[in-house]
């Protein structure tokens, strides 16, 4: 069931505060954006384990590289649409070596709103995705992202958690593994797999779906890589009929990988369709009126599996 409302990223702040307390080797790095990123909370409790490097993302990656070298375990974090500034730090600095950076980058998505195209990114996950060795995270709410901080703190080796601004509803507290998705929706006419913010939409879509005769099952696939194959495989034979919805574009997201490993599996559907950004950049606009405009409401996504 889903309660009170909680930005994603504040979920972050706190998670990261909490984990500094019972583990000293954590340390957090900022680009001069704590107070949006939210990692203020984690400064507030260690300023001497947080570091503002300024307006200098590709300084921050370097310097958590040479942090985790050391047995550290630096937590780097600034908007998501940044990731491009720092790709070549990250891909060289930390995955080539498989150094035991984690990322976690706020504000993603189109649900940023009025910041525009420029800052509301919609290519993050396939960015992260091609890196070897990178595990993709994207969190659906303030209890998930609590539980993927942790696990992210616990495993050796670069992480990506992809975290989202705008105040999403906070379902009741579920398990938690990485790469192991979570049926959030039991349903056999049609498959909805999806992360993110996108979870609560997608469930409100399946309620519009279900008045319409239509029984969608919905699936939190939180870890985009590695995939949970195994479940997506199951519930594609179960459905037959397969969406993916998030707000990333179509092109190298949750979308891609789910495709891939129907493909690679042979496993037949109806009817497949990647619901999110078709190969368009973000625009300025209040956050609900840009998810309007690329079709993610709940009645647009039920519309669209309606329609297909």
């Known amino acids: 069931m889903m309660g009170e409302k909680k930005a994603i990223r504040i979920a972050y702040g706190e998670a990261l ?3 500094g307390r019972e583990n000293a080797s954590v340390v957090v790095l900022d680009a001069d954006l704590a107070h949006a990123t939210m990692t203020a909370t984690f400064a507030d409790a260690f300023p001497d384990r947080h570091f503002n490097v300024g307006i200098a993302e590709a300084n921050m990656v370097d310097m958590a590289a040479g942090m985790s070298a050391m047995g550290l375990i630096p937590f780097c974090s600034t908007f998501a649409v ?4 720092c790709f070549d730090q990250i891909r060289n600095g930390v995955c080539y070596p498989s150094l035991n950076v984690k990322f976690g980058f706020t504000h993603a998505g189109i649900t940023l709103g009025e910041d525009g195209g420029s800052h509301q990114a919609i290519e993050d996950i396939a960015l992260m995705r091609a890196l070897p060795g990178m595990t ?3 969190p659906c709410d303030a209890n998930e992202t609590a539980a993927a901080v942790r696990a ?3 495993i050796r080796g670069p992480v990506y958690l992809r975290l989202a601004r705008l105040p999403s509803p906070v379902f009741d507290p579920m398990p938690f593994e990485i790469g ?3 049926v959030m929706r039991q349903g056999r006419d049609a498959m909805i797999f999806t992360h993110g913010i996108m979870v ?3 469930l409100e879509a399946a309620k519009l779906l279900a008045e319409q005769g239509t029984d969608a099952a919905v699936i939190n696939l939180h870890t985009i890589k590695p995939l949970d194959t195994a479940l997506v495989l199951d519930w594609a034979a179960r459905c037959k009929r397969v969406f993916t919805v998030e707000e990333h574009s179509v092109i190298g997201g949750l979308g891609d990988a789910v495709a891939s490993a129907l493909l ?19 625009q300025s606009g209040k956050p609900l009126s840009v998810l309007a405009e690329y079709g993610l409401t709940a009645p647009q996504i039920a519309e669209t599996i309606v329609g297909t």
């Open 17 to 19: 505060a909490a984990l």
């Open 180 to 182: 192991k998705g979570h």
């Open 200 to 202: 609560a939409e997608s």
């Open 136 to 138: 993709v995270i994207s």
């Open 264 to 282: 690679e599996n042979g496993c037949a559907v109806s009817a497949f369709r990647k619901i999110g950004v078709q190969d368009r950049f973000g």
């Open 152 to 154: 992210a703190a616990r």
């Open 82 to 85: 940044f990731a491009g500034r």
